[in-house]
């Protein structure tokens, strides 16, 4: 019923930056909490950041101070902006609405290394 389009992601430098978008088909996107998971070769899916819809966020200990997770429900987009990149957050990066559905994105990947 909701489809999650992502855009972003590719290779980048330790220390170098990402940013991630996420993009729903429909407006009732701004009723809803909505995530960003990564899952790494050989490990299990991790939750990375979740924003509410009022707009409250939180993060893995991992990113946190590096990441930020946003949303403009005009845009029905979800972003989040990867900073200081480290070769360990390197992994396939999607998007999550766990409250209905569960609805995914179609995951991007997302390469650190020199």
């Known amino acids: 019923q909701v489809r999650l389009v992502q855009s972003g992601g590719g290779l980048v430098q330790p220390g170098g930056s990402l940013r991630l978008s996420c993009t729903a088909s429909?407006?009732?996107?701004?009723?809803?909490?909505v995530n960003w998971y990564r899952q790494a070769p050989g490990k299990q899916r991790e939750m990375v950041a979740t924003?509410?819809?009022?707009?409250?966020?939180n993060y893995v200990a991992s990113v946190k101070d590096r990441f930020t997770i946003s949303r403009d429900n005009t845009k029905n987009t979800l972003y989040l902006q990867m900073s200081n990149l480290k070769p360990e957050d390197t992994g396939v990066y999607y998007c999550?609405?766990?409250?209905?559905?569960?609805?995914w994105g179609q995951g991007t990947q997302v390469t650190v290394s020199s």
């Open positions: 999550n609405i766990q409250q209905i559905g569960p609805y």
């Open positions: 429909q407006s009732i996107f701004r009723l809803y909490a």
């Open positions: 924003i509410t819809a009022g707009g409250s966020t």
